[in-house]
């Protein structure tokens, strides 16, 4: 037995820090202050970070190899980190709202945990407690709001929809298990006969689905919008960048080691998700008019565009999927706390709302400019190198329909990103400059907070700096992809 | 194939003639003179007070969830006292940290006053 604990220490480290924030709180007698609680859990992030970089290249497994402890793994965790932290600080207006701001910190904190757990799980046993260890604390801060009708419908549906996919999975786990007769993915992988087999095929489809899930894929992805608007908004950017990220961490490192493609060909059922995915995303977000379901389509819509890459099925596959992952969590990141910032002042979520914004706060007009670009995939922003990857990694597998179906799609998203900034830039009420009747412009002079500025601030910087290191960033992904593509 | 399963379908015939013949039987003879003690519930608890589908207090529920923490921890408890001999400090360790883990998660529930019934 291998009780290495050394290699589970930044979990340990995010646990602990998410215990002592619930503990302490509810041992001071008037509460602990949103600074101080900042404080314990940007310090467990931080002794998390740093734990999880001396675990670099150590490449091994633990935990009789249900846990791996490899590049990839590292990748992720380092990412949910920095995620989490810029959610953490992007939350303070609505920490300092709400009640229970400590145990809001410490299910973020486990969330985050989880997440962590997924990216390393190497068994299906640890997959699927991992899976159930974020579901779970993601269910209860989708339904922060006890009082609120739409935030509770949110966390109902989360958690009702995630307990039937959780089903979903586990059946297709308990094929594979019956199948193998393992339940590590690489002795999977050496127990999987060659030659097409029905019992087979459903455990792939309901491992697929399960993720799918997870990933909010077409079809899988109804909960995505009703979720999207009702959780709390720092919530639902956790939500689309983190928990996506971890699904796909998962999925890639599922299909790459217990399912090589030598042996069961996934690529056309996955490429069939990804268009699929794609295509209902951006056409119904062409139609929203309020800004969060509009960018939940969205999200759904990026996240077919990572399936192309995970349908490449190859190391530069699995390097691209990596890439955009990163991309994408800066990106939305951006977006949705440039939305936190513009709902602190306007209390609105209707796109019409963000008419003349640039008059009343530039500084937000631009960020969201950035990130929605980025979105779209418009050069010189880090969306376009990340999708430039992703397609190439899908043409160098002969997957070219696939590839015109994501560059239309991308041509498509255009126009609802594109409708944004033009209200933002051009419209005011009465077109031109905004007048007196114009909802930004009637209000006071309240200003983001400085942990939203912060926050907003870096992932714009984020935006930026892995566009135009692109190069760079992609070379580390494609090492770390080293450790789990074949 | 069909065939072997005869002597099951015989006795699914034979058990149900069974059990209800002499259930027929009594209900045809048997003299009926019902009174209130005759028709009150036989061995089924203290009857009920009062209707039964009532709103009651959702601190019922905290209660179960804390019993629940208890019971898992008496599970898991039992096998690992079994055979704790054989299987070293580690094990002594990991059951300390299950129970603090535990502990915790009862410190803060009771701090945050669900033993309190108000």
Not at chain 1, 283 to 305: C, E, F, H, P, W
Not at chain 1, 335 to 360: K, V, Y
């Amino acid at each position: 037995m291998n009780f290495n604990l050394v290699l589970l220490m930044p979990e340990i480290a995010l646990t602990s820090a998410a215990g002592l924030a619930i503990l302490v709180d509810a041992f001071s007698p008037r509460g602990l202050s949103r600074r101080f609680l900042l404080w314990i859990a940007g310090g467990g992030i931080a002794i998390s970070a740093a734990l999880a970089l001396r675990l670099l290249g150590t490449n091994t497994s633990a935990f009789n190899g249900a846990i791996a402890v490899d590049d990839y793994a590292v990748f992720f965790k380092l990412l949910f980190l920095a995620a989490t932290l810029l959610v953490l600080l992007a939350a303070d207006t609505f920490m300092e709202e709400t009640r229970h701001r400590a145990e809001f910190v410490g299910l973020l904190l486990l969330a985050t945990t989880g997440l962590m757990l997924l990216a390393a799980a190497m068994d299906l046993i640890t997959l699927y407690i991992s899976i159930e260890i974020s579901s779970l604390s993601i269910a209860f801060l989708s339904a922060w709001d006890k009082r609120g009708l739409r935030s509770t419908e949110a966390g109902l549906k989360y958690f009702l929809l995630s307990a039937m996919s959780s089903a979903v999975l586990l059946y297709g786990m308990a094929l594979l298990y019956g199948l193998t007769g393992h339940t590590r993915l690489d002795l999977i992988a050496t127990q999987i006969g060659q030659g097409p087999n029905a019992a087979l095929f459903l455990a792939l489809a309901m491992l697929l689905a399960g993720f799918g899930f997870k990933v909010s894929a077409v079809p899988f992805q109804m909960w995505t919008p009703d979720v999207y608007e009702g959780a709390p908004l720092p919530i639902t950017a956790f939500l689309s960048v983190a928990s996506k990220a971890a699904g796909f961490a998962a999925t890639v490192r599922v299909l790459q080691i217990a399912l090589p493609t030598s042996q069961t060909d996934w690529t056309v059922l996955v490429a069939a998700l990804a268009a699929a995915t794609m295509t209902v995303g951006n056409i119904v977000a062409l139609v929203q008019t309020n800004m969060k379901r509009m960018l939940a389509y969205s999200s759904i819509a990026q996240a077919g565009y990572v399936l192309v890459g995970v349908a490449a099925a190859s190391q530069l596959g699995v390097s691209a999927v990596m890439f955009y992952l990163l991309a994408y969590t800066a990106t939305n990141l951006a977006a949705f706390i440039a939305c936190i910032a513009i709902f602190n002042l306007t209390d609105s979520e209707q796109i019409g709302d963000l008419r003349g914004l640039r008059w009343r706060s530039p500084w937000l007009a631009f960020a969201l400019a950035v990130s929605l670009l980025s979105l779209a995939g418009l050069p010189p922003f880090v969306g376009f190198f990340a999708k430039l990857y992703v397609f190439w990694a899908a043409a160098d597998r002969g997957l070219l329909w696939l590839v015109l179906v994501g560059v239309v799609n991308s041509a498509v998203s255009l126009y609802y990103y594109a409708q944004v900034i033009h209200d933002m830039y051009i419209t005011g009420i009465g077109g031109g400059e905004p007048g007196v009747g114009d909802p930004v412009t009637t209000l006071g002079p309240r200003r983001p907070s400085p942990g939203l500025s912060t926050a907003l601030t870096l992932a714009v910087i984020g935006v930026l700096v892995f566009g135009v290191l692109s190069g760079f960033f992609f070379g580390i992904g494609d090492v770390a992809a080293r450790t789990v593509a074949r | 194939m069909v065939a072997s399963f005869g002597p099951i379908a015989m006795a699914v015939v034979i058990a149900t003639i069974f059990g209800l013949l002499p259930l027929g039987i009594s209900r045809l003879v048997a003299p009926r003179k019902p009174d209130s003690v005759k028709n009150a519930p036989y061995e089924c608890g203290v009857e009920t007070i009062g209707p039964t589908m009532i709103q009651f207090k959702n601190h019922f529920y905290l209660y179960a969830l804390i019993f629940v923490i208890f019971d898992v921890e008496a599970v898991f408890l039992f096998p690992w006292a079994v055979i704790f001999s054989q299987l070293g400090t580690l094990a002594l360790v990991e059951m300390f940290v299950f129970v603090g883990l535990l502990l915790v998660g009862y410190a803060y529930a009771w701090r945050k006053g669900a033993l309190d019934w108000v």
